[in-house]
């Protein structure tokens, strides 16, 4: 069983910045597609990015209004996915929850094997 624990989210005004962690334990997941989506309320679950697992060289995938502005990355020794968030726009508010899929490549849909409870974003205007 893999438990991904989320941290990071926070306020923070129109133009700043965020990074988001999640925290792999139970199985290491370097063969694992790793993303991050949001939920923002009243709307459906979205996929923001997504990286390959090691067998897939690591592709990251970006949602078109996150590109250029998010920056997906793991660092498998510490069995750790990062967001990197800049230029936050209001309309980034949301849940954002990170997901593992016990498969190289990127899905952007919600059909991961494994979620985390999902951490709050809140960028003020």
């Known amino acids: 069983q893999v438990q991904l624990v989320e941290s990071g989210g926070g306020l923070v005004q129109a133009g700043g910045s965020l990074r988001l962690s999640c925290a792999a334990s139970?199985?290491?997941?370097?063969?694992?597609?790793l993303a991050w989506f949001r939920q923002a309320p009243g709307k459906e679950r979205e996929f923001v990015a997504g990286?390959?697992?090691?067998?897939?060289?690591?592709?990251?995938y970006y949602a078109d209004s996150v590109k250029g502005r998010f920056t997906i990355s793991r660092d498998n020794a510490k069995n750790t996915v990062y967001l990197e968030m800049n230029s936050l726009k209001p309309e980034d508010t949301a849940v954002y929850y990170c997901?593992?899929?016990?498969?190289?490549?990127?899905?952007?849909?919600?059909?991961?094997?494994?979620w985390g409870q999902g951490t709050q974003v809140t960028v003020s205007s």
């Open positions: 139970g199985r290491t997941l370097s063969a694992y597609a």
């Open positions: 997901a593992a899929r016990n498969n190289v490549g990127i899905l952007t849909i919600p059909k991961y094997d494994y």
């Open positions: 990286i390959g697992g090691s067998w897939n060289s690591g592709r990251t």
